[in-house]
């Protein structure tokens, strides 16, 4: 059976009465070079576990388990089951997890089920659950390489360098943890039913060493306020969502203390212009 093929996976889903779910984001691959590009791009081997999220119908999985020595799938769609049991049978080194990626423990998950293999991450995740999924896989702590293929636009806002008009909180909080790189495009041909839009391979690997801050939750918080409101300056904006302890004379004073010109915009902040302006936010309050 090729998993890829349209007839035979039109074939299959009829003898199991699946049906698509639009809330899970359910796009099968109908280009069998997609799954094994992106398994490739995982760098995955006989010393490494992938977590794959959302394997489907197995496309994906199956160019897994040849390449990795254990491959353990979280499927939330339990009527999926029946059907990845018989298109990864005599696959030993797969193990299916039904459940919500969302609500498992990950680092315990790790834990339990790699065998002490390396960790990478690898899938084709739904666009509803990007963010999310990508935020618990970086915080985990637990994988040497993440390799997704995402919406296109959420992969160029991860990529995306200060002063773009995709760059953001969530490419700041990316590139804070991992070193991102987009390695190719999906057209939206290559998936049944077809989405609207263009999909990308990404793949991130965890910094050795995260740039150093005082304190990364109030690093985040200052990055967060500076994009609350992009349209504004970055004064305005940290003066709107800091609170009442950050005075506007207070925040004056430390983006002339960084400086930064009177009127940025924290859209043209990098991560050690954020990594100062934190540092001298915090002194004034403390």
Sequence with gaps: MDVCNI?????????HGFHFSKSMGQNFLIQSWVPEDIAAA???NSNCCVLEIGPGIGPLTRQLSDRAGKVVAVELDRSLLPILAETLEGRENVEIVPGDIMKLDIPALVSERFDGLTPIACANLPYNITSPVLTALIESGCFSAIT????????????????SSDYGAFSVFCQ?????ELLFDVPNTCFIPAPKVTSSVLRMVPRPKPPEVE??????????AA???RRKTLHNSLSSSLGPAFSREMIAEAIAACSLRHDVRGE?????EFAALAKELSSRIN
């Design 215 to 224: 304190s990364e939750d109030f690093f985040f918080r200052v990055v967060r």
């Design 7 to 15: 007839n035979d996976i039109k074939a299959l889903l009829g003898r």
């Design 176 to 180: 804070y943890h991992t070193t991102p």
């Design 42 to 44: 995982s760098g995955a």
């Design 227 to 229: 994009f609350a409101q």
């Design 268 to 272: 043209r902040l990098g991560i050690p």
């Design 148 to 163: 997704v293929m995402i919406q296109r636009e959420v992969a160029l806002r991860i990529c995306a360098t200060p002063g």
